[in-house]
DNA sequence: CTCACGTGTCAGTAAATTCTTACATGTGTC
DNA sequence: GACACATGTAAGAATTTACTGACACGTGAG
C-alpha cells in the first residue's frame, strides 16, 4: 500500500488508526511477524476486547490483516500481520489529496 | 522535520493532528503559501474560534508555525505556515519508535 | 463614538472514542 | 460434565474531541 494510491478518506483511517499508543505498539509488535489474538494481548498487557477493537479499527485502515486459521490440534486461531504500507506524509501530498476528501467531494457534485 | 527525529510522543501527536479532515484541508491550503487566521477560516467556510482550535492542534504537533505581525495600517495579524515535515510511516519505522513512547518509557524507567 | 476588521478565550453542549465487564460460541482433555 | 483454551460481540461508563456562541481586547476610518 503506497500513498499515492489512497483517497482522502483512507488516508484518514489510517492517521486516526495511528493515533493512538496502544495501535503503535500492536503495530510494532507485528512488525517482527504475524501473532495471534489471544497471545498478542498477553504480550501487550490489555484485554482480548480491546485488543480486538484496535485490530478492528487497523483492519479497517488496511495498516493489517487477519486470517482465520485452524491449529494442528482442531482450535480456530486468527492471525494477524501488517501490510507492507508505506506512506509518505509532506505538506504537498496532503494538498494533492485534499480534493478526494469526503466533504469536499460532496460539495463538487452536490453544487 | 523528518520522521526519524521524532519520539513516540511527537509521532502520535502528529498523528492525532492529520486524523481530522478540517486539519488536511487547512495544511492543504498553507502548503501554497502563508495566509492569516480569519481570511483562512473564510477561505475554508469554518468559524475562527474552530480554525482557531485546530490550527492549535497542529502547531502543537509541529506541522505549522504561525508568526504575530503588524499590517501597514497597524492592526495585528497572524499569519500562519506548514513546516517542511516529511514521515516516512511504515511498519519499521513504527516498530523502531515504539520504545519511545510514553507508557513503554514510563513502564521502562519506574520499574 | 461607532463601525469594521484583526486578535484571543471561555462556557456549554453534542458527538465520538476508549475501555471494562459480561455474555455467547466451539474444540480437546481430564 | 467441567475445565482450559481459542473466537466474537454487546451494553454501559468514562473520557476525549469537536463545535457554537458570546465575550474580551486593540487599531484605523467615517
Redesign the interface.
Known sequence: MDSEDLT?AQ??AA??A????HR??I??A???GRQYVSLLARQLGMSRPLLHMHLQKLQAAGLVAGELELSEDGKAVKYFE?T?????????A??A??PT????ADRKETD
Open positions: 482522502g488516508s484518514l492517521f486516526a495511528l493515533a493512538n499508543p503503535l505498539r503495530l510494532g507485528l512488525a517482527d501488517t507492507p504500507f508505506s506512506l509518505h506524509v509532506t505538506p504537498q496532503i494538498k489529496l485534499v476528501l469526503p466533504e469536499a
